[in-house]
Nanobody, 117 residues
Framework: QVQLVESGGGLVQPGGSLRLSCAAS?????????LNWYRQAPGKQRELVAA???????NYADSVKGRFTISRDNAKKTVFLQMNSLKPEDTAVYYC??????????WGQGIQVTVSS
């Protein structure tokens, strides 16, 4: 059974930083999966924030480019999202997702990030 557990969320002031982690279990070959971070703010659709491929190519939403960094540690089966210069509009529930065509797509339970003074 695949399980993804997010950690590192919380309340931070504008301009601050947080580092989200997502630890996976139950995946035989973690390194072949594309790893994604999504977020969903109240009243809005879930959006892709950042993605990292099996070869560590990365892609970011325009709204977070230059502020967020996605990375992976295949040995620890973990994906990270370093979030700097946080803004109130970054407030959302953040979700970890891992996917591989033919093998499936799995989601974490989500973690709250609140940016407020």
């Amino acid at each position: 059974q695949v399980q993804l557990v997010e950690s590192g969320g919380g309340l931070v002031q504008p301009g601050g930083s947080l580092r989200l982690s997502c630890a996976a279990s139950g995946l035989n070959i973690f390194s072949i999966y594309v790893l994604n971070w999504y977020r969903q703010a109240p009243g809005k659709q879930r959006e892709l924030v950042a993605a990292i491929t099996s070869s560590s190519n990365t892609n970011y939403a325009d709204s977070v480019k230059g502020r967020f960094t996605i990375s992976r540690d295949n040995a620890k089966k973990t994906v990270f999202l370093q979030m700097n210069s946080l803004k109130p509009e970054d407030t959302a529930v953040y979700y970890c997702n891992v996917k591989k065509i033919g093998l499936g797509s799995y989601w974490g339970q989500g973690i709250q990030v609140t940016v407020s003074s």
